[in-house]
């Protein structure tokens, strides 16, 4: 599914068999990969929860969050956080840097 995602995101359309070996490594192992994506991109909080509660156990969430964050993806959920938890966490890491640059 994150790779569905990525596609739904970027409109990027890959052949089955490039998919696995273009896409990042850890999506293969994303517990959404063989949900249907727009669960990942849910019309409000309700479904933020339904998407959350799949990423809490997935393997990879770590990196799906840091994904997110490094290329500014701002809709779905990815991470377990919501568009709105994204956009927070880099205005945290954004001040912080400039705290630390101050210091
Ligand atoms: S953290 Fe969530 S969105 Fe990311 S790969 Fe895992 S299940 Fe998919």
Do not use: Q
Request: include cysteine; charged fraction near 30%; glycine fraction near 8%.
């Amino acid at each position: 599914m994150v790779i569905k995602k990525v596609e739904k995101i970027l409109g990027r359309v890959y052949p089955t068999d490039v998919t696995e070996a273009g896409a990042e490594r850890w999506m293969v192992h994303g517990l959404c990969r063989t949900m249907d994506p727009d669960i990942f991109f849910p019309s409000d909080g309700v479904g933020v929860d339904k998407a959350r509660k799949i990423c809490h156990n997935c393997p990879v969430r770590e990196s799906c969050l840091e994904y997110a964050l490094a290329n500014h993806i701002d809709h779905g959920v990815w991470g377990g956080s919501s568009e709105r938890e994204r956009r927070r966490i880099l205005r945290a890491r954004r001040l912080a840097k400039i705290g630390a640059a101050s210091n």
